[in-house]
Protein backbone atom coordinates (compact mmCIF):
# COMPACT_ATOMS: atom_id res chain seq x y z
CA UNK A 1 0.00 0.00 0.00
CA UNK A 2 1.13 3.21 -1.00
CA UNK A 3 2.10 5.84 1.77
CA UNK A 4 -0.80 8.21 0.44
CA UNK A 5 -3.19 5.30 1.08
CA UNK A 6 -1.80 5.04 4.05
CA UNK A 7 -2.45 8.07 5.16
CA UNK A 8 -5.87 8.80 4.18
CA UNK A 9 -6.44 5.51 5.95
CA UNK A 10 -5.28 6.06 8.76
CA UNK A 11 -6.73 9.55 8.94
CA UNK A 12 -10.00 8.31 8.14
CA UNK A 13 -9.89 6.11 11.14
CA UNK A 14 -8.50 9.25 13.37
CA UNK A 15 -11.31 11.42 11.48
CA UNK A 16 -14.28 8.86 12.43
CA UNK A 17 -12.71 8.02 16.15
CA UNK A 18 -12.77 11.35 16.76
CA UNK A 19 -16.08 11.73 15.66
CA UNK A 20 -17.54 9.07 17.97
CA UNK A 21 -15.62 10.58 21.22
CA UNK A 22 -17.01 14.45 20.24
CA UNK A 23 -20.36 12.50 20.07
CA UNK A 24 -20.15 11.99 23.97
CA UNK A 25 -19.01 15.62 24.17
CA UNK A 26 -22.20 16.77 22.26
CA UNK A 27 -24.34 14.60 23.73
CA UNK A 28 -22.89 15.37 27.30
CA UNK A 29 -23.66 18.81 26.54
CA UNK A 30 -27.43 18.20 25.46
CA UNK A 31 -28.07 16.72 28.51
CA UNK A 32 -26.60 19.53 30.72
CA UNK A 33 -28.42 22.32 28.63
CA UNK A 34 -31.93 23.38 29.25
CA UNK A 35 -33.10 23.61 25.84
CA UNK A 36 -31.30 20.03 24.94
CA UNK A 37 -28.70 21.31 22.29
CA UNK A 38 -25.06 21.83 22.29
CA UNK A 39 -22.95 24.57 21.34
CA UNK A 40 -22.84 25.22 17.73
CA UNK A 41 -18.99 24.29 17.47
CA UNK A 42 -19.70 21.15 19.60
CA UNK A 43 -22.21 19.55 16.76
CA UNK A 44 -20.47 21.35 13.79
CA UNK A 45 -17.05 19.40 14.97
CA UNK A 46 -19.35 15.98 15.11
CA UNK A 47 -20.41 16.45 11.59
CA UNK A 48 -17.33 17.29 10.29
CA UNK A 49 -15.28 14.86 11.84
CA UNK A 50 -17.88 12.15 10.73
CA UNK A 51 -18.25 13.47 7.00
CA UNK A 52 -13.74 14.30 7.07
CA UNK A 53 -13.69 10.60 7.90
CA UNK A 54 -15.33 9.35 4.94
CA UNK A 55 -13.80 12.12 2.62
CA UNK A 56 -10.32 10.35 3.44
CA UNK A 57 -11.55 7.24 2.26
CA UNK A 58 -12.43 8.85 -0.67
CA UNK A 59 -9.44 10.31 -0.99
CA UNK A 60 -7.67 6.63 -0.20
CA UNK A 61 -9.77 5.55 -3.27
CA UNK A 62 -8.77 7.72 -6.12
CA UNK A 63 -4.83 7.56 -4.68
CA UNK A 64 -5.21 3.59 -5.21
CA UNK A 65 -7.14 4.07 -8.58
CA UNK A 66 -4.70 7.15 -9.77
CA UNK A 67 -1.56 6.46 -12.14
CA UNK A 68 0.49 9.43 -11.04
CA UNK A 69 3.58 9.48 -9.76
CA UNK A 70 3.80 8.58 -5.90
CA UNK A 71 5.27 11.87 -4.35
CA UNK A 72 2.29 13.50 -6.39
CA UNK A 73 -0.17 11.73 -5.07
CA UNK A 74 1.48 11.61 -1.23
CA UNK A 75 0.58 15.72 -1.51
CA UNK A 76 -2.40 15.62 -3.10
CA UNK A 77 -3.32 13.52 -0.06
CA UNK A 78 -1.51 15.06 2.59
CA UNK A 79 -2.73 18.98 1.58
CA UNK A 80 -6.44 18.17 2.18
CA UNK A 81 -6.00 16.07 5.18
CA UNK A 82 -4.10 18.62 6.69
CA UNK A 83 -6.81 20.97 6.10
CA UNK A 84 -9.54 18.75 7.65
CA UNK A 85 -7.74 17.58 10.44
CA UNK A 86 -6.98 21.61 11.21
CA UNK A 87 -10.58 22.15 10.38
CA UNK A 88 -12.21 19.82 13.04
CA UNK A 89 -9.36 20.92 15.51
CA UNK A 90 -10.70 25.07 15.04
CA UNK A 91 -14.26 23.65 15.52
CA UNK A 92 -14.00 21.76 18.92
CA UNK A 93 -11.93 24.57 20.18
CA UNK A 94 -14.64 26.94 19.79
CA UNK A 95 -16.90 24.18 21.10
CA UNK A 96 -14.28 24.59 24.23
CA UNK A 97 -14.14 27.92 24.69
CA UNK A 98 -17.74 28.87 23.47
CA UNK A 99 -16.63 31.85 21.77
CA UNK A 100 -18.82 32.12 18.95
CA UNK A 101 -21.34 30.91 17.09
CA UNK A 102 -19.72 31.90 13.07
CA UNK A 103 -15.46 31.75 13.34
CA UNK A 104 -16.19 33.62 9.88
CA UNK A 105 -18.04 36.47 11.06
CA UNK A 106 -16.27 39.42 12.19
CA UNK A 107 -14.79 40.38 14.43
CA UNK A 108 -12.82 36.88 14.42
CA UNK A 109 -12.55 35.54 17.49
CA UNK A 110 -10.48 32.96 19.27
CA UNK A 111 -11.52 32.85 23.22
CA UNK A 112 -11.01 36.20 24.93
CA UNK A 113 -8.26 37.35 21.94
CA UNK A 114 -9.35 39.21 18.55
CA UNK A 115 -7.64 37.19 15.35
CA UNK A 116 -6.42 39.71 11.88
CA UNK A 117 -8.98 39.69 9.03
CA UNK A 118 -5.90 38.53 7.14
CA UNK A 119 -5.68 35.25 9.12
CA UNK A 120 -8.98 34.11 8.52
CA UNK A 121 -8.71 34.66 4.77
CA UNK A 122 -5.55 33.68 4.37
CA UNK A 123 -6.42 30.21 6.18
CA UNK A 124 -9.42 30.09 4.17
CA UNK A 125 -8.34 30.91 0.58
CA UNK A 126 -4.91 27.88 1.46
CA UNK A 127 -7.84 25.57 2.60
CA UNK A 128 -9.91 26.06 -0.72
CA UNK A 129 -6.56 25.56 -2.82
CA UNK A 130 -5.20 22.11 -0.83
CA UNK A 131 -8.85 20.79 -0.48
CA UNK A 132 -9.64 21.50 -4.35
CA UNK A 133 -6.70 21.53 -5.73
CA UNK A 134 -5.46 18.25 -3.80
CA UNK A 135 -8.33 15.98 -5.33
CA UNK A 136 -8.43 17.54 -8.48
CA UNK A 137 -4.89 16.41 -8.75
CA UNK A 138 -6.47 12.68 -7.74
CA UNK A 139 -9.28 13.08 -9.78
CA UNK A 140 -6.75 14.26 -12.81
CA UNK A 141 -4.70 10.86 -12.47
CA UNK A 142 -7.87 8.64 -11.81
CA UNK A 143 -9.29 10.15 -15.59
CA UNK A 144 -5.90 9.00 -16.82
CA UNK A 145 -5.97 5.58 -15.33
CA UNK A 146 -9.53 5.02 -16.82
CA UNK A 147 -9.45 6.93 -20.01
Known amino acids: ?16 LTALLIGV ?10 NATAHPYV ?8 MYSFAALLLAAFAELSRLPAPVEFWAVTFP ?4 AS ?3 LYMVHGALQDTDNQLKPPFRLGDRTLPTLFIVGYMWTLIIAEIGGFSVLFYGVLVAIL
Not at 1 to 16: D, N, P, R, T
Not at 28 to 34: P, T
Not at 43 to 50: F, K, Q, S, T
Open 25 to 34: WKYLQIRASD
Open 43 to 50: DIAHRAAL
Open 1 to 16: MEASQQISIISAGVFF
Open 87 to 89: AIM
Open 81 to 84: IIYF
